[in-house]
Structures are given as C-alpha cells and as structure tokens.
C-alpha cells in the first residue's frame, strides 16, 4: 500500500497481503502513518473494496476525515498515487535485481531513497519540507559538524519561506498539469433528471463478455445524483452489471431522433406510375 502526502509529497510504502480487511489496513495505517504525521484531513484512494466498507467510512467519519474517492475506471483521480506506483516499480527492479521474493526487505531501502529526491512539483524533498532538513546519509555522519544555534526568528522565517516557495511550486505544477490536460478536455455540466448516452469502456465488462462489435454506448439513462461537476450516478438498466458511477469524460446528452417524414422522390414515383400504365 503507497501512502501520498498531498503537500509535502512524502510517501510511504507499506508491505500488505490482497486478502487483508479494511481492519487490519486501519491498523497499519495509523501505525506507520498517524503516529508520523497525525489524523488527515481528508483521504483520497480508489474504490477498493476495503476503502467502500462500512467500517472504513465510519471510522474516517468519527474522526472528522473527509474521504474523496476516485471515479470508477477512471484513475485520473488518484493520478498521484497511481504515479507514486510506477516510481516505485522502477525502483524496486533496480533493487532487487535478480531476487524479486526480496522486495518487501528492500520497502524501506525505496522508501528513504524516494524521500530524499528533489519532487518535481515542490522543487524541495519530501524530507525537507517535513524535517526542515535533508537527512544524513552514510557519507555524512563520518564526521558530524559542530551545530551552533540561530536565532529562532531566523529558523521560522526560514521555514515559514520554503514552505511558501513548495505552496508556490505546487500551485504552478498543478496549473501546469491542468492547462495540458484541459486542451483535451471538454466542459460539460449535467443536471440530475437529464437524460444522457454512457460510453461503456471495455475495463466494465465482465470477463469474457467484451466483443468488438459490443455497444459503445447505452441510454438514453436518467442521471439520479451529481458528485461532482466530474462525477455522475446513473440509473442503468438491470442487465449493466457495473458501477453506475462515471466521470463526465464517458457522458454526453441525448439528443432524440428528428421526427422524420419520408417522401418518395419524383422520379421514383414517375417510374412506379408507367410500370402500372
């Protein structure tokens, strides 16, 4: 499991089986993230069965954490993460080599490596902006220097300034990353009670029903509730066994056929006249 910070970009890796619950995820949560940085304030991750449970959502909500979930087939929404994973993959191959049962030893080995990286998008490491200061590595505690303190409105200027530059860089990353993605991007607002055409991406067929000449898109459907401006409920049909959530990438208005009136041309009846003569 890969835990993002959103501000500081700090990451952790966290060595867990596909079988464990909601229950045991809680549980390394808070012992290897909490204890480091507290209750969050809001929780951004796909919609894993153990991140839709009950227990999830109910815990999260005694303890005053928003939970923001993901689209359904659409990862865009959890994008960092999702980045975090492919950083990590290449990592790991660089690490275990010719030993892939070790990865869970070299977690930790990635983990501090990732941390200590200058972030594209802050412009700082993760370790920095959380610690103030890059860590020590084995190359600098051969010989420690002798620390003399500063004045402390020095070191809160200090402090007070970088993390205005990483709210700076973020903020330019982030439009960045918005005005790329928006040139392929359309604007579209629903409202509950349109009726609307959903595209049905191959990834929400049930295995081994998807066919080429499958319909690209069913409706016209109502849209029953409204997450977000990117983000709809539909009422599918009883026989579309999938989500009915979908990212307003995949919906488009209905339009109703015109009502149109079909005419025989002149020359058509003309020839149909002289065959009865």
Not at 98 to 120: C, G, I
Not at 149 to 175: C, I, P, Q, R
Not at 232 to 240: N, R
Request: proline share 5%; net charge positive.
């Amino acid at each position: 499991m890969v835990v993002v910070d959103r501000f500081s970009k700090m990451a952790h890796f966290l060595s867990c089986k596909k079988t464990a619950n909601a229950l045991h995820v809680a549980h390394l949560f808070f012992h290897q993230v909490v204890r480091l940085h507290g209750v969050p304030r809001s929780l951004t991750s796909d919609r894993d069965v153990k991140f839709i449970s009950h227990f999830w959502r109910e815990l999260w909500k005694r303890l005053g954490t928003d939970l923001n979930l993901s689209s359904a087939y659409h990862p865009q929404s959890d994008g960092q993460t999702k980045v975090v994973n492919r950083t990590l993959g290449r990592m790991l191959r660089c690490l275990v080599q010719d030993h892939p049962k070790q990865w869970e030893e070299m977690l930790s080995t990635a983990e501090f490596a990732y941390n200590s990286m200058v972030n594209r998008s802050t412009g700082k490491s993760p370790f920095s902006i959380v610690y103030t200061k890059l860590p020590n590595l084995a190359l600098d505690v051969v010989v420690l220097p002798k620390c003399k303190s500063g004045m402390a409105a020095k070191f809160t200027s200090h402090y007070t300034k970088m993390l205005e530059d990483v709210h700076t860089h973020l903020t330019n990353a982030n439009l960045r990353y918005k005005a790329a993605a928006d040139v392929h991007r359309r604007q579209q607002l629903f409202n509950v009670g349109d009726l609307v055409m959903v595209r049905i991406r191959r990834e929400r067929f049930p295995p081994g029903t998807y066919s080429k000449l499958s319909r690209r898109k069913i409706g016209p459907i109502p849209i029953i509730d409204k997450i977000n401006d990117n983000a709809y409920t539909m009422e599918l049909p009883a026989d579309q066994n999938t989500s009915p959530t979908f990212n307003v990438s995949d919906i488009s208005l209905y339009h109703p056929p015109d009502p149109a009136i079909i005419e025989i041309s002149s020359s058509e009846s003309s020839s149909s006249d002289a065959g009865e003569d």
